[in-house]
């Protein structure tokens, strides 16, 4: 059974920083595009971050581009995103997600529904 847990949210002033991991059990990750979403309350799910099977292909979302770093260790069956200058329309609910993907181990994804499994997810709060 194929689980991904989030863990690393939390309470932050503005400017300041969160490391969010994601761990998989269930899964060999580097069989997998992970992703990092988020949802605040009263929107839409987006897109943050996506990293490619090998770890060597990123992209992110315009809002956290330069802030964000999104990193993994397929050994450790983990993904992380390094979370800088916070700000407070960054609060929001954060999950991991993996697409089981056979393609090129570059190619990374930012659709949601292409994603097959999901965390539960953790709340990230930055105050102003």
């Known amino acids: 059974q194929v689980r991904l847990v989030e863990s690393g949210g939390g309470l932050v002033q503005a400017g300041g920083s969160l490391r969010l991991s994601c761990a998989g059990s269930?899964?060999?990750?580097?069989?997998?595009?992970m992703g990092w979403f988020r949802q605040a309350p009263g929107k839409e799910r987006e897109f943050v971050t996506s990293?490619?099977?090998?770890?060597?292909?990123?992209v992110y979302a315009d809002s956290v581009k330069g802030r964000f770093t999104i990193s993994r260790d397929n050994a450790k069956n983990t993904v992380y995103v390094q979370m800088n200058s916070l700000k407070p329309e960054d609060t929001a609910v954060y999950y991991c997600?993996?697409?089981?993907?056979?393609?090129?181990?570059?190619?990374?994804?930012?659709?949601?529904?292409?994603?097959?499994?999901w965390g539960q997810g953790t709340q990230v709060t930055v105050s102003s």
């Open positions: 269930g899964v060999t990750y580097s069989n997998y595009i």
């Open positions: 990293i490619s099977r090998n770890g060597a292909s990123t």
């Open positions: 997600a993996a697409r089981f993907y056979s393609g090129s181990s570059w190619y990374t994804e930012s659709e949601s529904r292409e994603y097959t499994y």
